[in-house]
């Protein structure tokens, strides 16, 4: 799962948005419970809404604008 995780942290960091949400989803497939599936979905939201997207974005980004802890849920209350 670090692998994983940091491949999409990565790509996500070098806008390669389309690789962002192969990985994510596979990440998200294999480790849905695992600490950084948060990330994981934020990054996969943000590459959709990059992508042109966005209405698959919100799907992802919604529910972390209001999860407690999330260091991201500002950012991702803005995208939505």
């Known amino acids: ?13 070098r806008e390669l948005f389309a690789q962002v949400e192969r990985e994510a989803r596979l990440f998200l497939e294999r480790w ?10 934020y990054r996969l939201g943000a590459a959709l809404e990059e992508l042109g997207r966005p209405d ?18 500002r950012e991702a209350l803005f995208r939505v």
């Open 32 to 41: 849905p419970e695992d600490e950084r599936a948060p990330l994981v979905r």
């Open 1 to 13: 799962a670090d692998e994983a995780a940091d491949l999409v942290a990565g790509l996500a960091a």
């Open 56 to 73: 698959e974005a919100l799907r992802w980004l919604e529910p972390l604008a209001g999860e407690r802890g999330f260091a991201h849920a």
